[in-house]
């Protein structure tokens, strides 16, 4: 149970841009969001899981047979070290690309402000991001009875996001691309260990192609049920609750059930993951 003193009664705490608020007693919530002019609220219960609380977008069933779901590769553990000639501004020694906000920022030190990547920090083991999501998964797959999981590792994006740096930098970075499969291998082989020891079937995919809109690739399995040989009929999807608004923008009518993973995202949080300082130098090779 969350300690229901840490807010004060009807004051949110921020999940990945919704609003949880918490009840008096700590033992249940209601997450809320403006999606396609709409507000959604989500109701949430204190989970017997490794996190704070879960719930279900639509009905829970009593089973399924299969199930979609994925994770983010790189989290913000990840992040890069830039300087500047210019005095006038200072970029921070660490800039995660991950967050949308500080991706902002790297672009405008380097394209405005005469910054440089000079380094970028590169987790050497999966991040707490990871080992939560992942057995939580697995956990609720296996309470659904579900025989095949659906998951999404989006590996091609990642190095078309990597791309983007090497646009910025002005080189190529193999090495940047080359420890990224390295960790991508990590986790799905942790994705596959965990899903094999509760029982349940697990296919890795990864939708994105060139020209893609890396959005769309998040869409492509609520999207085409058929494709994967699913049956629309007996299916679930079990997401970090930052990715049910997937199923919201596309109108899919699939039950998701989704977790509040920590106070803050631990997706967002730095040092719960030891990291490598990398030259970028040596990334060009």
Known sequence: ????????????????????????????????????????????????LSIPFEGWYGEEPSFATYAIGGICILCGCFGLHLEGMDQRTTASSFLSPSNHGNWQL?????????HIIVAAYIPTELCRY???????????????????????????????????????????????????????????????????????NVRIIDPFEEGMDPIDAYRFPYLNLQYFGMDSQSIIAIEDFAEVRIAIE????????????????????????????????????
Do not use: C
């Not at 300690?3 to 004051?11: C, G, V, W, Y």
């Not at 949880?20 to 033992?27: I, L, T």
């Not at 672009?107 to 005469?114: A, H, N, P, S």
């Open 106 to 114: 790297i672009e405008r030190y380097v394209q405005e402000e005469g």
């Open 250 to 285: 596309t109108r899919a009518e699939i039950p998701v059930w989704t977790g509040v993973l920590g106070f803050p995202s631990p997706y967002r949080q730095r040092g719960v993951a030891q990291t490598r300082w990398y030259s970028l130098d040596s990334l060009a090779n």
């Open 1 to 48: 149970m969350l300690d229901p003193t840490i807010m004060p009664a009807n004051q949110p705490l921020d999940y990945e841009g919704w609003k949880v608020y918490m009840s008096k007693d700590g033992n249940s919530a209601s997450a809320q969001r403006k999606i396609n002019g709409q507000v959604i609220e989500v109701p949430l219960k204190h989970s017997s």
């Open 130 to 200: 990871h080992t939560i999501l992942v057995p939580v998964q697995a956990e609720i797959a296996k309470q659904k009875s579900v025989k095949e999981m659906v998951y999404h590792v989006p590996r091609k994006e990642y190095h078309f996001h990597h791309g983007k740096i090497e646009q910025l930098d002005r080189r190529s970075l193999p090495g940047l691309h080359r420890l990224l499969d390295q960790y991508t291998d990590r986790l799905e082989h942790f994705i596959r260990e965990t899903f094999s020891r509760a029982g349940v």
